[in-house]
């Protein structure tokens, strides 16, 4: 093994990283966003528009996410839709992860039990109260461990998009390899960065649980 | 103490699919005074209940409060969203699964209501909520989360979130059913206390003891059907009818060893 050639390509490595995490971040973010307005209006919206958002998921679940990427970047500028690779990146996981995360955020809100809806009913709260006060934040208790789960999937469909040129983390990987011809300290690189960047956000998860978790939990 | 309503039911019917639930049913609550309504299982009781605060819709017939007509304001035409939530504000209900808010403490939970329906700010709300915890025994658990409290302490914060909000009618079902036999009492003691104030409370209830000594009227229901509407003396220890003398067998069966 040769280290020293990360001398050279270490800064491309790290900046390749921070795209990684940038991308990663905001589109798990809007992900989520776009996720959670879906499962709202499948559960509050009338009956055709649910029929809408269904097919919407069934067509982008259904579909492999380098495909989405190679419309969105590629058979975009056919319908006016001009965008650089990395808004395109963003877009696309964003638009990829957000019926998953809808999945999650609809089997969070029946989790929340009906009788605990039915007792702010009976008080004569308006249902825009009991979606923020009552099932937003236990439906999110729910949802947590699952979120946490599958925007750690997301980390690594990131690489996809090295595809469309982003410059995140494989694509300089990448780069240094077809340059060096040193594929394997190239992709220990990779594999170590990866590993870290998913052992922090299950940290961060299982923190945040045991802390949203506190005084929900019967005392044994 | 603000008025107590009364209730009025007129040939009320209500469907699950083709099930029929509740059967032409017929019933005066008189205000201030307290209704038990019993019967067995899956005879219709909850239902009936739930029906007054229009938790469930029935599909045709009556139910007024005070005279006015709740869940719809004609005949299939059904009321406003803002209308009902309006007409519930003065109808507590406590549920048998006590049915708390497990990520607030029980005096966030009292104090919800206040601050989102009457619009109360938070320290009014907040000190509303402790004047109704004190008057149901649980003055030093106001911090507490549901979680770090017993059965029948929950359900005394179920039954103070309802009475904070100043009702005018109570509706209790099966409020002791999920609590162990040593809980019951602390329970039907406040609810006794709110009965003495002069409250009108419907009560679904397999608590004979409490039907026989607070109710003023109990209703025997079976199969979807009134059975029997009288005094508690009637019905419980002179009843004419024998399904309510079967029912009360089994009841004194499995109550006695
Ligand atoms: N949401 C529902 N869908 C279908 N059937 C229902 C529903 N709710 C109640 N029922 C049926 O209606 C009948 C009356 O139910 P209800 O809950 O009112 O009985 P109950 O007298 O309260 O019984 P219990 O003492 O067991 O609580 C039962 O046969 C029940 O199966
Ligand atoms: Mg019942």
Redesign the pocket.
Known sequence: MEWSILQQYGPSLLKGFGNTILCWALGTVFGMALGLVIALIQRYAPRWVTWIVQAYIEVIRGTPFLVQLFVLYYGGPLVGLRLDALPAGLLGLTIYGSPYFAEIFRSGFRAVPHGQIEAARAIGMSELNIVRRILLPLGLVSALPALVNFSIILTKETVILSIITVPELLYQVQRMSTETFRYLEANLVLALFFWGLVEAISRVGHRLEARITKHLVERT | MPAASSVEIRKVNKH??S?H?LKDVDLSIPPGKVTCLI?P????????LRCINFLEEYDSGEVRIDGQLIGYDAPGKKMSGRKLREMRRSIGMVFQQFNLWPHMTAKENVAEGLIRVRGMSKSEAEGRAAEALAKVGLADKMANHPSRLSGGQQQRVAIARAIAMEPKLMLFD?PTSALDPELVGEVLNVMKTLAGEGMTMVV?THEMGFAAHVADQVVF?EKGELVGVDSPDRILHHPEDARIQSFLRTYHERNSF
């Open positions: 699950f699919g099930f639930a019967g299982s899956g005879s219709g009781k909850s239902t009936l099966e679904v229901m």
